[in-house]
């Protein structure tokens, strides 16, 4: 028996959505594979923010076509509502209930019976290491602690898909890796994560795709490594003990060495692989030249996005109607 391919957890097409004359996304198209990290990359006002408010229900698009978790986000916007969960940028805990009542509100407006709210409610306690944090009121808690409360009511009615609206923004280096490894529960719990950042690192770490949006035009699209490699640049770094060893290396491998900085570090074109180090090395063993250390330099997310907008990811797009709603 033949199996057929299932649908995606979000199918986006043709996708547009205008605040008067300003064009905040301009015919944008998403394939998201259920069970996966997916990162919507994008400065301030590029139009990530428009997006999760569409395929959310929260908002109208203009035209195109939008499909979340099998519903017709337009068509059937109560049946998508069921299937997804909503994280947006500032955590929505009310500060004078406890944890608990925060996420019992949750299971009430999810209309989950009275037994089963407290036993959703008590597994994400347990899930989300709110311990005893989970009876003290909403305004005792760190902003990481908030971001993981907050993380947990928009699981409460048990979604397929969940849509992460730049969720670690403004939280410490702890409280966003905190933030990671739920990100990485989800989806090892089979939940599909719709992520919007515009951390470079985050997307990197996380994301199985990852989709460049830059005034409402999705630029560059594949995993990670796939967008690294749109990038020419990268080098491998050898590091030797003094300079005679570097000239020495430099004559054997035909790279003419970079002016002295008293590092005796020489950089050369590869891309890193393992049978392309193995060959520089080789070669440096027969020439007799010892090497103290090596790195593998490749090119980051910021180097793509510079390379197919003209300028770095962290550069603010324009203010748009879009950051002013958020």
Do not use: C
């Not at 947006?88 to 944890?99: E, H, K, N, R």
């Not at 490699?229 to 000239?247: I, K």
């Not at 900085?261 to 590869?270: M, N, Q």
Request: net charge negative; glycine share 12%.
């Amino acid at each position: 028996m033949t199996n057929l391919p299932t649908e995606p957890a979000i199918a986006v097409t043709g996708l547009r959505r205008s605040y008067g004359h300003q064009v905040v996304l301009d015919g944008i198209d998403l394939h998201v594979p259920e069970g996966t990290v997916f990162s919507l990359l994008g400065p301030n006002g590029a139009g990530k923010t428009t997006v999760v408010r569409i395929l959310s229900t929260l908002i109208r698009a203009d035209s195109g076509e939008a499909r979340v978790g099998g519903h017709d986000v337009a068509r059937e916007p109560d049946l998508v509502r069921a299937a997804i969960g909503v994280t947006g940028q500032f955590a929505a805990v009310d500060d004078f209930l406890t944890g608990e009542e925060n996420l019992l509100l949750m299971a009430d407006l999810h209309h989950l019976g009275r037994a089963e709210g407290r036993r959703r409610v008590a597994d994400l306690v347990e899930r989300f290491d709110l311990g005893d944090a989970a009876r003290k009121a909403g305004v005792t808690y760190s902003g990481g602690m908030r971001r993981r409360l907050d993380l947990a009511m928009g699981l409460v009615g048990d979604p397929r898909v969940i849509f992460l609206d730049e969720p670690t923004t403004g939280l410490d280096p702890r409280g966003r890796r905190d933030v990671w490894q739920v990100v990485r529960d989800l989806v090892a719990g089979g939940v599909t994560v719709f992520l919007t950042t515009q951390y470079l690192e985050e997307a990197d770490r996380l994301a199985d795709r990852i989709a460049l949006l830059d005034r409402g035009v999705i630029v560059a699209e594949g995993s990670p490594d796939e967008l690294k490699r749109l990038v020419p640049g990268g080098h491998v770094e050898l590091r030797f003990a003094d300079d005679r060893a570097l000239a020495e290396a430099a004559a054997a491998l035909g790279v003419a060495p970079e002016p002295a900085d008293g590092s005796s570090v020489l950089r050369v074109p590869g891309d890193g692989g393992v049978r392309s180090l193995k060959a520089l090395l080789d070669r440096l063993d027969t020439a007799s030249v010892d090497v103290d250390g090596l790195a593998v330099r490749t090119p980051d997310l910021d180097d793509v996005f510079f390379a197919v907008t003209g300028r770095p990811a962290s550069t603010t797009a324009p203010t748009s109607p879009e950051a002013n709603a958020r």
